[in-house]
């Protein structure tokens, strides 16, 4: 099975600034399937980017997907006080799906 | 609006059983796969199981293959999670979401989540 790993743990950083979330797959990600999502505490996990790079609908342009094979980002290019969350990644080009243990995005 | 409404949660002994139901509505839920994924508590999330359109086709991960089994009923609108010899480890939120694949794909819609938790 194809293992995630999310880094940074956390990122601690102010409302404005930019958030950069890696993704790095064990091996290379069948058809670059590759998800992201955002969960809140105490709420289910809510999808934002699909296809490594395409944003699911009613998604605010300020959060981008990119990257191909095994190493993937999560970008948001300025951090509304709303957005700080837990980011999980998930492929599913490859059985069993499987998502990273996530990266936790904290207020500074 | 899409809606997913779980229920069947709950308090079990290891080795138990429980059944999760998830009714669906804003959507043709007939022309959906459709899956259940699991977070422990504090833990990150556990893709469970998926059932394809007709029911036809399941799959399952390696942690719940032989005890578990999926459900659907597309006339009723409702998606199923049979739960036997439950563990301890099986103690999680369980989410039914909406899968935009046939067996794998990635979960556009979830529900608010379940509580199972498998204690003595």
Redesign the interface.
Known sequence: EIVLTQSPGTLSLSPGERATLSCRASQSVSGNYLAWYQQKPGQAPRLLIYDASSRATGIPDRFSGSGSGTDFTLTISRLEPEDFAVFYCQQYGNSPRTFGQGTKVEIK | EVQLLESGGGLVQPGGSLRLSCAASGFTFSSYAMSWVRQAPGK????VSVISVGGGTT?F??SVKGRFTISRDNSKNTLHLQMNSLRAEDTAVY?CARD??YV??????????ILVTVSS
């Open positions: 990150g999330l556990e893709w799959n991960a390696d989410y935009r694949g794998g794909g990635y979960f556009d819609n979830w529900g608010q989540g």
